[in-house]
T-cell receptor, first 114, second 119 residues
């Protein structure tokens, strides 16, 4: 069964600190993995997209890693800011022509405290 | 990145009435649009996929007669919640992708979402 599991479910850190969010998946055959940021009451916004051959990708203070062997990904946020408070969603796509092969994780709710 | 505009951003309606939500791709041709529903503190759940000019494909458990989807042009898809009930209250999000050429790995861009409250 294709699944995407994220941890922790929620996280609270102080402004300026770093944090790492985890994503484990069992989606097969793997196509790509995306991390999205979703502010409360808004649609998700893409942060990074990674394919099988990529193991690190950065977007500003966000760095995503992918280990295709262990089927794990992480999103590292450095020097957190108050505006980083949001839900972070890991989305894994399987190769194929069906949209239902796009599997969403349940997200990590990140709160940055001043 | 490409822009997907969803309207309205929020709506309150009476039980038994119908509500239409629009999803527009502003700077690209959306050959495929997806409609999702998201309950509080839960993940997005795919409701249906629509390809321009053809009937939508609904996920298991989603009533096609209740959630009417129209994708008549390459830039507009609509979701109509018919005879809405309080349990239909949710956050509805569309996403759009240009996958001409069969490129299913192309980026899908999300709309801002619509908060529907049925009273």
């Amino acid at each position: 069964k294709n699944q995407v599991e994220q941890s922790p479910q929620s996280l609270i850190i102080l402004e300026g600190k770093n944090c790492t969010l985890q994503c484990n998946y069992t989606v097969s055959p793997f196509s790509n993995l995306r991390w999205y940021k979703q502010d409360t009451g808004r649609g998700p916004v893409s942060l990074t997209i990674m394919t099988f051959s990529e193991n690190t990708k950065s977007n500003g203070r966000y760095t995503a890693t992918l280990d295709a062997d262990t089927k794990q990904s992480s999103l590292h946020i450095t020097a957190s800011q108050l505006s980083d408070s949001a839900s972070y969603i890991c989305v894994v796509s399987a190769r194929g022509s069906s949209a239902s092969k796009i599997i969403f994780g349940s997200g990590t709710r990140l709160s940055i405290r001043p | 990145g490409a822009v997907v505009s969803q309207h309205p951003s929020w709506v309150i309606c009476k039980s038994g009435t119908s509500v239409k939500i629009e999803c527009r791709s502003l700077d690209f041709q959306a050959t495929t649009m997806f409609w999702y529903r998201q309950f509080p503190k839960q993940s997005l759940m795919l409701m249906a996929t629509s390809n321009e000019g053809s009937k939508a494909t609904y996920e298991q458990g989603v009533e096609k007669d209740k959630f009417l989807i129209n994708h008549a042009s390459l830039t507009l898809s609509t979701l109509t919640v018919t005879s809405a009930h309080p349990e239909d209250s949710s956050f509805y999000i569309c996403s759009a992708r240009d996958n001409r050429g069969g490129a299913w790995n192309t980026e899908a861009f999300f709309g801002q979402g619509t908060r529907l409250t049925v009273v």
